[in-house]
């Protein structure tokens, strides 16, 4: 008989990590800063605004390799790590991947510091470029003309879309918290589990606006494999 095949879909900002990487490394801002310069405010793009952040930092002097330190001290969301050793075991079932607003730099950072890079088959987010080993410099992932719930920089459905045939699984797990995690939500089947993190934003959207997919509300990674324990067995 032929294993059961699944697609795990994570985002990364407040559901596999529990904080927002953007604005955790706000923590190293210079000369005890507390926030931003007004002129950041001008800025309505995340992706533009970020990438302008790290060349404010860039000219601060502030290093790559403290950027990356900075994010390393992010923890896992409780029961994560619990959630990736199940994953680990049932790998020869699972394809995994990140879509995320991050970038690669963070997310890798992020994952090597916590021995992950193995769970994940594929990752989808903002490219980014070090320059001369001292400048980070972030891309947006595409653009779209999404009406949904997307930034410019990213429709996490059109990645899904684009490099993945559902009807290929026998079921779609998607974890997220966010605003935009709610339009990949729209093409998941009623076989299909969105896992969404209690409190935050993508909670409140799917109360306004229901989805056709099983919806599962989690606190911790523990919840989520009580959930999925009955799939493997």
Known sequence: MLKKRFLFIFDFDHTIVEDNTDTYIWK???NGRKSLPPYFEKEKN???FMRKVLQFYYHNDISVQQVQHCLQEIQLTQG????????RTNKDQIECIIASDSNTFFIDSIL???NLKDVFDKIYTNPV???DDFEISIFPYHKNECKSTCPRNMCKRTIISDNYQLNNYEKVCYFGDGKNDYCPGTILRKEDIIFVRKGYA???LIRK?????EKFYFESGI???NRLKNLFF
Do not use: S
Request: charged share 30%; hydrophobic share 40%.
């Open 28 to 30: 190293l801002l210079p």
């Open 46 to 48: 995340w992706n533009k």
């Open 80 to 87: 994560f790590g619990e959630l990736f050793d199940f994953i």
């Open 112 to 114: 090597e510091k916590r």
């Open 129 to 131: 470029q070090i320059i």
């Open 202 to 204: 993508l909670e409140k």
């Open 209 to 213: 606006n229901d989805l056709e997919c």
């Open 223 to 225: 919840y989520c494999i």
